[in-house]
């Protein structure tokens, strides 16, 4: 008698279509990270966008799902390359631009750029890469081409960099590509070679030139508040001085009025108090003494300097 257990063949065939199940379900369950969306389609056609993280299904065999990152910052390299032991390459094609003054300039620069809207990015341009980095090509040899050679070499740089970032992200949103442009950066703008030294010059010559606007600038904030101060005491001191000399003609104008008033009233006498006071203000300051008739002749000669007063007593 033989043990065991015995399988119906329709018993085999039900557990592996139940694996072959569990195994479709299995492999079209993911997880959405909190930097992705996730752009379903259903037979090629856009269904649905993923956007909140965590456990996802999509339908097996049918739906087909397109990870992108939204989050992390994607870098587009113009003139050089970055390798992967750190180096730079050179890509000349790339860093070659014509100015406004039609020079010649060398420029190594960088987009960095990231994705807003996945299903615009996916579906909305072919190649997105490719198409984003021809744009951005054109968009920066347009913005340099509107600049003279010295704005790029020197102190034009960062209103290069907005004005590119702007007509970029201009151009982007007009076909609408899905994207943010978080900077455009220029990292080397050199003229050729030949005149590389000149330029270099004329660029120290500037940054001298900058200084000592900057040091005159210094010491002109230095000065003039210093200077702004002793006007305004000097004006200070001219207003107390006009102010007392008014006061004093106006006092002197009172006491006039006052004596003019007293010698109507009172002529003889004002007339013998003013020769009284005008004698006593004068003979102190005279050393000599002439006394005179009224026919003009000389009565007497009546020396009363300090020597001969203390003499005389």
């Known amino acids: 008698m033989e043990s065991g257990v015995k399988?119906?063949?329709?018993?085999?065939?039900?557990?592996?279509?139940?694996?072959?199940?569990?195994?479709l379900f299995g492999s079209n369950i993911y997880f959405l990270k909190s930097n992705e969306q996730a752009v379903i389609t259903l037979f090629g056609k856009h269904v649905r966008t993923e956007r909140e993280p965590g456990m996802k299904f999509k339908l097996p065999l049918v739906e087909k799902?397109?990870?992108?990152?939204?989050?992390?910052?994607?870098?587009?390299?113009?003139?050089?390359?970055?390798?992967?032991?750190?180096?730079?390459?050179?890509?000349?094609?790339?860093?070659?631009?014509?100015t406004a003054d039609e020079n010649l300039v060398i420029a190594d620069w960088a987009v960095m750029y990231k994705v807003v809207d996945s299903y615009k990015w996916l579906f909305n341009v072919d190649s997105p890469e490719k198409t984003i980095r021809t744009i951005?090509?054109?968009?920066?040899?347009?913005?340099v081409a509107s600049h003279s050679l010295d704005d790029i070499l020197t102190n034009q740089k960062d209103s290069i960099q907005i004005e590119i970032r702007e007509?970029?992200?201009?151009?982007?949103?007009?076909?609408?590509?899905?994207?943010?442009?978080?900077?455009?950066?220029l990292q080397d703008a050199l003229p050729p070679?030949?005149?590389?030294?000149?330029?270099?010059?004329?660029?120290?010559?500037?940054?001298d030139k900058n200084a000592k606007i900057n040091e005159a600038t210094k010491y002109e904030n230095e000065k003039l508040p210093i200077a702004r101060g002793e006007a305004e005491q000097i004006l200070n001191l001219a207003e107390g001085y006009k102010q007392q000399r008014i006061n004093e003609a106006e006092g002197d104008t009172s006491r006039f009025l006052a004596i003019?008033?007293?010698?109507?009233?009172?002529?003889?006498?004002?007339?013998?108090?003013?020769?009284?006071?005008?004698?006593?203000?004068?003979?102190?300051?005279?050393?000599?003494?002439?006394?005179?008739?009224?026919?003009?002749?000389?009565?007497?000669?009546?020396?009363i300097s300090d020597g001969n007063r203390q003499g005389a007593e």
């Open 7 to 23: 399988i119906k063949p329709g018993s085999i065939v039900v557990i592996a279509v139940i694996a072959i199940i569990a195994i």
């Open 65 to 98: 799902k397109e990870l992108v990152d939204t989050e992390g910052i994607r870098r587009l390299e113009f003139g050089y390359r970055g390798n992967t032991d750190g180096s730079y390459s050179d890509v000349m094609v790339e860093a070659q631009m014509l």
């Open 136 to 143: 951005t090509e054109a968009a920066y040899r347009r913005v």
């Open 167 to 185: 007509s970029l992200q201009g151009i982007c949103d007009k076909y609408d590509f899905g994207i943010q442009i978080t900077a455009v950066q």
């Open 193 to 207: 070679d030949p005149v590389k030294d000149a330029f270099l010059e004329v660029a120290s010559a500037r940054e």
């Open 260 to 303: 003019q008033k007293e010698y109507a009233a009172n002529t003889e006498v004002t007339k013998t108090r003013l020769y009284l006071e005008m004698i006593k203000a004068v003979l102190p300051q005279v050393k000599e003494v002439y006394i005179m008739s009224d026919d003009g002749d000389v009565l007497k000669f009546l020396p």
